[in-house]
């Protein structure tokens, strides 16, 4: 690990007192040593990772990490708090930081050795003598070690003989006893970044196992690559543990045997709890039946132990699977939506009725042009609906949903239940293939139930339900809600805009923007006069944060400092192109201030777009689809309001904070802050 850190990556007094201003420490040494490119854009990359998640593990631990397109080397950096910083975890502050950076395509030789640094964090030992440090020569001397990748490179961390599972021979428990075959289990650890908390799930399971007596082998679907465990180790298992905050990838190689299914922390913080819940389920006989209980990544306390009841986890679960489907909507919706707005902008409305361009077209002709990419983009867009469904379904159930997602997709549209049936047939589809796979089945059909059986009968099932039972409900429901937004006007429009904007700017590229343009892009599927407004006003509003963040930038100098301002300029660009989340290094840096002010300008913005009547026709673009909006000028005015709101706002608030540091010049020249002492 001598390329990941040096003494000069080790902070043996890290001053900092919240988790950004820690992260800001140590990515600044980053800098320094030229690992990392752009400190304000890394460090957005890395507050939108711990958005995902805290990175705060039991034992005064916090690792927060990121893969970011402006690190250009895999660089690891450590401080250590006298005080402590809150990083999410349960039992309190950390007071060993660690800050992963990884190239957005990292090798895997340098992810592996970072697992094996996660893997260490879980040694006592390791981590007492990190504290007890005091030479950063030695502590980054010591955090190198002599970690062999060996057991990283395989992806799969045991206790017991691997080698006697795979030739057949009995493996022994934690007493040695040849003659006693251990309780056995198989287990599957997963973040979303792939790169901490991954392996420390799988360490920490194996850790528990070995003290227990029980035989744990662990496949670590992380960033250092992903080897399946061996079928026979699995069908030898007598219970499954997943540990994971992202979908397991081959779920049904674990069907048939009882299942324990927790976020990645639980793993890390309550190893032992999760086997001995395995092994009451094994005592008692269930199937490959996870509840809603026990599965809470994403909610309650982060580490799988929810705080809710069990319609709280469901609506995460539900969220997730919804989230899932629009992810792969969305590069549809782009793709054709901007195709159909570029053929409007060539040969006008009416070029959507033009005859076919396979029987006409004229190479000299710009109508020729214009209904080609018109055509190529309705394509497109005749996959929004079957896309959405396929996907909330293989969210749900794993690949045997993705044809009855589809399937029921399909039918929606042509029942005229459009973006509605498509949720509902996707839902339903997920739900009836889960149903299925919980159908105890001979031994010699099991090869072909994912491939042949469950499909046929879920297609089926989807098909009638989507066609005879839910499927015209839907589509009346569909144009009504049709007719509703046509019919809006005046003060019902201008709530709806309100609201819209609201959604846009509390996040900025999180679940409640994504649900806002989940709603407007799926209207542009079956576009309507409402629809369009719709769409309109939810670009505008989440064009408002950046345009915001980047004229205070301006106006008010003093406020930020040089890396913000810096950052300011890149705003205008990002605001400019409907991105949203070009705000979020301001709004990580102080939420409380930027937050609330962004989220007044997005309402007004949206709320004057309605007004207005502004019309949009495509899913993105920003300023530069400004000729293919309805009402232009009148919807860069309301661009400008909430602009304009928002930057007074955030303003006014950080400047009421700043008294006797402003007077006695507390950003300097190159600005950094001075701290007046009371």
Same mark, same amino acid.
């Given at each position: 690990?001598?390329?990941?850190?040096?003494?000069?990556?080790?902070?043996?007094?890290?001053?900092?007192?919240?988790?950004?201003?820690?992260? $800001?420490?140590?990515?600044?040494?980053?800098?320094?040593?030229?690992?990392?490119?752009?400190?304000?854009?890394?460090?957005?990359?890395?507050?939108?990772?711990?958005?995902?998640?805290?990175?705060?593990?039991?034992?005064?631990?916090?690792?927060?990490?990121?893969?970011?397109?402006?690190?250009?080397?895999?660089?690891?950096?450590?401080?250590?708090?006298?005080?402590?910083?809150?990083?999410?975890?349960?039992?309190g502050p950390a007071d060993l930081v660690f800050l992963i950076a990884a190239p957005a395509g990292a090798d895997d030789d340098h992810l592996t050795i970072l697992s094996g640094l996660a893997r260490r964090l879980m040694d006592p030992e390791f981590t007492a003598a990190l504290r007890a440090g005091t030479d950063p020569r030695a502590v980054a001397a010591l955090i190198r070690g002599e970690e062999a990748p060996e057991e990283p490179e395989r992806e799969q961390v045991e206790t017991g003989k691997q080698e006697q599972a795979e030739t057949g021979t009995e493996a022994t428990g934690g007493t040695g006893a040849a003659e006693s075959v251990p309780f056995r289990i198989v287990a599957v650890t997963s973040c979303p970044t792939g790169i901490a908390h991954t392996y420390m799930a799988a360490e920490s399971l194996a850790a528990a196992g070995r003290a227990e007596g029980v035989e744990v082998t662990v496949e670590t679907q992380g960033s250092?690559?992903?080897?399946?465990?061996?079928?026979?180790?699995?069908?030898?298992?007598?219970?499954?543990?997943?540990?994971?905050?992202?979908?397991?990838?081959?779920?049904? $190689?674990?069907?048939?045997?009882?299942?324990?299914?927790?976020?990645?922390?639980?793993?890390?913080?309550?190893?032992?709890?999760?086997?001995?819940?395995?092994?009451?389920?094994?005592?008692?006989?269930?199937?490959?039946?996870?509840?809603?209980?026990?599965?809470?990544?994403?909610?309650?306390?982060?580490?799988?132990?929810?705080?809710?009841?069990?319609?709280?986890?469901?609506?995460?679960?539900?969220?997730?699977?919804?989230?899932?489907?629009?992810?792969?909507?969305?590069?549809?919706?782009?793709?054709?939506?901007?195709?159909?707005?570029?053929?409007?902008?060539?040969?006008?409305?009416?070029?959507?009725?033009?005859?076919?361009?396979?029987?006409?077209?004229?190479?000299?002709?710009?109508?020729?042009?214009?209904?080609?990419?018109?055509?190529?983009?309705?394509?497109?867009?005749?996959?929004?609906?079957?896309?959405?469904?396929?996907?909330?379904?293989?969210?749900?159930?794993?690949?045997?949903?993705?044809?009855?997602?589809?399937?029921?997709?399909?039918?929606?549209?042509?029942?005229?239940?459009?973006?509605?049936?498509?949720?509902?047939?996707?839902?339903?589809?997920?739900?009836?293939?889960?149903?299925?796979?919980?159908?105890?089945?001979?031994?010699?059909? $099991?090869?072909?139930?994912?491939?042949?059986?469950?499909?046929?009968?879920?297609?089926?099932?989807?098909?009638?339900?989507?066609?005879?039972?839910?499927?015209?409900?839907?589509?009346?429901?569909?144009?009504?809600?049709?007719?509703?937004?046509?019919?809006?006007?005046?003060?019902?429009?201008?709530?709806?805009?309100?609201?819209?904007?609201?959604?846009?700017?509390?996040?900025?590229?999180?679940?409640?923007?994504?649900?806002?343009?989940?709603?407007?892009?799926?209207?542009?599927?079956?576009?309507?006069?409402?629809?369009?407004?719709?769409?309109?006003?939810?670009?505008?509003?989440?064009?408002?944060?950046?345009?915001?963040?980047?004229?205070?930038?301006?106006?008010? $100098?003093?406020?930020?400092?040089?890396?913000?301002?810096?950052?300011?300029?890149?705003?205008?660009?990002?605001?400019?192109?409907?991105?949203?989340?070009?705000?979020?290094?301001?709004?990580?840096?102080?939420?409380?201030?930027?937050?609330?002010?962004?989220?007044?300008?997005?309402?007004?913005?949206?709320?004057?777009?309605?007004?207005?009547?502004?019309?949009?026709?495509?899913?993105?673009?920003?300023?530069?689809?400004?000729?293919?909006?309805?009402?232009?000028?009148?919807?860069?005015?309301?661009?400008?309001?909430?602009?304009?709101?928002?930057?007074?706002?955030?303003?006014?608030?950080?400047?009421?904070?700043?008294?006797?540091?402003?007077?006695?010049?507390?950003?300097?020249?190159?600005?950094?802050?001075?701290?007046?002492?009371?």
């Amino acid at each position: 690990m001598s390329e990941l850190i040096t003494a000069e990556l080790v902070d043996l007094d890290l001053s900092a007192t919240t988790k950004d201003a820690a992260a $800001r420490s140590l990515a600044e040494r980053m800098v320094a040593a030229h690992r990392v490119t752009d400190l304000d854009g890394f460090l957005a990359d890395v507050a939108a990772r711990e958005a995902q998640m805290p990175t705060g593990l039991d034992g005064g631990i916090g690792i927060p990490h990121c893969r970011s397109e402006h690190v250009n080397a895999p660089t690891l950096a450590f401080g250590r708090s006298g005080a402590g910083i809150d990083f999410g975890a349960a039992d309190g502050p950390a007071d060993l930081v660690f800050l992963i950076a990884a190239p957005a395509g990292a090798d895997d030789d340098h992810l592996t050795i970072l697992s094996g640094l996660a893997r260490r964090l879980m040694d006592p030992e390791f981590t007492a003598a990190l504290r007890a440090g005091t030479d950063p020569r030695a502590v980054a001397a010591l955090i190198r070690g002599e970690e062999a990748p060996e057991e990283p490179e395989r992806e799969q961390v045991e206790t017991g003989k691997q080698e006697q599972a795979e030739t057949g021979t009995e493996a022994t428990g934690g007493t040695g006893a040849a003659e006693s075959v251990p309780f056995r289990i198989v287990a599957v650890t997963s973040c979303p970044t792939g790169i901490a908390h991954t392996y420390m799930a799988a360490e920490s399971l194996a850790a528990a196992g070995r003290a227990e007596g029980v035989e744990v082998t662990v496949e670590t679907q992380g960033s250092a690559g992903f080897k399946k465990l061996d079928p026979a180790v699995v069908a030898a298992a007598d219970a499954v543990i997943w540990a994971h905050d992202v979908e397991v990838r081959e779920k049904a $190689r674990f069907r048939g045997k009882p299942l324990v299914d927790v976020g990645v922390k639980a793993g890390i913080n309550r190893p032992a709890e999760l086997i001995a819940e395995a092994r009451r389920r094994a005592e008692r006989g269930e199937i490959a039946t996870a509840t809603d209980s026990d599965k809470a990544s994403g909610s309650g306390d982060g580490d799988g132990n929810g705080s809710g009841a069990d319609h709280a986890h469901f609506g995460v679960r539900l969220r997730t699977y919804l989230m899932s489907g629009v992810s792969y909507m969305v590069p549809f919706v782009a793709a054709g939506g901007l195709l159909i707005a570029l053929s409007f902008a060539i040969g006008g409305y009416e070029i959507a009725s033009a005859k076919s361009v396979a029987d006409h077209f004229v190479w000299g002709e710009a109508d020729s042009w214009a209904a080609l990419l018109n055509q190529i983009g309705s394509a497109a867009f005749g996959f929004l609906v079957p896309v959405l469904a396929g996907y909330i379904a293989y969210g749900m159930a794993d690949r045997p949903a993705l044809v009855p997602g589809f399937v029921g997709g399909a039918i929606a549209l042509t029942v005229n239940a459009g973006f509605l049936g498509g949720l509902v047939a996707g839902l339903l589809a997920g739900a009836v293939v889960m149903a299925v796979q919980r159908v105890p089945v001979h031994a010699t059909l $099991r090869g072909i139930m994912p491939v042949l059986v469950i499909p046929l009968i879920a297609s089926a099932v989807v098909g009638f339900l989507m066609f005879i039972v839910v499927g015209k409900p839907i589509a009346s429901l569909q144009n009504a809600l049709t007719d509703w937004l046509n019919g809006l006007s005046g003060s019902n429009a201008v709530i709806l805009g309100v609201v819209l904007g609201l959604m846009m700017c509390f996040d900025m590229g999180g679940p409640l923007n994504k649900v806002a343009y989940a709603f407007a892009v799926g209207g542009l599927a079956d576009p309507t006069p409402g629809s369009l407004k719709v769409m309109a006003a939810v670009m505008a509003a989440g064009m408002v944060p950046p345009l915001a963040m980047a004229l205070a930038t301006t106006v008010r $100098r003093r406020l930020f400092t040089k890396t913000e301002r810096e950052n300011g300029r890149a705003a205008w660009v990002l605001g400019a192109s409907f991105i949203t989340e070009g705000a979020i290094p301001f709004a990580a840096a102080d939420p409380l201030r930027v937050i609330p002010s962004v989220m007044a300008g997005g309402a007004v913005t949206g709320a004057l777009s309605m007004a207005f009547g502004a019309t949009l026709r495509a899913p993105h673009g920003g300023v530069f689809v400004v000729p293919l909006i309805g009402e232009p000028f009148l919807y860069l005015l309301a661009i400008a309001a909430g602009t304009l709101v928002a930057t007074a706002l955030v303003v006014l608030l950080k400047g009421a904070r700043r008294t006797a540091p402003e007077a006695a010049g507390d950003a300097g020249a190159d600005g950094s802050r001075v701290t007046v002492a009371a």
